[in-house]
């Protein structure tokens, strides 16, 4: 997995962002084991402490659980992963709108940017 991280905002919360996407995209299925703390530590270059502070706070969402004996899994609560993909989606569509708005589009513009765009 590549991991995108910047100094803008604190490494722990855009570790859980991107395994929540992981998460939400299927990279990571539902019921799946994850890799340990170190080990995801290890590939996105930062000190278990921080990613063990993201793994619980997606803990602490529900979309992972953790168990002693068998590690951390993501839930099995396929709901709850849609409503956290959509949750990510509103959040990307609203950094949209704000950017597209400092350009002067009204939303419908910049819905309408994007119909084009595909085109």
Known sequence: ???????????WIQLKEQL???IVSGRFQSGEKLPSVRDLAREAGVNP?????????????GLTSTNRTSGRCVTM???LIDNFRREIAGSIIDSYLEAMGEMGFEPEEAAQA??????
Request: aromatic share 2%.
């Open 1 to 11: 997995m590549k991991w995108n991280l910047n100094e803008d905002r604190p490494i």
């Open 49 to 61: 402490n921080t990613m063990q502070r993201a793994l619980a706070s997606l803990d602490s969402d």
């Open 114 to 119: 994007i119909l084009d765009r595909k085109k």
């Open 20 to 22: 929540g996407k992981q």
């Open 77 to 79: 609560d396929k709901a």
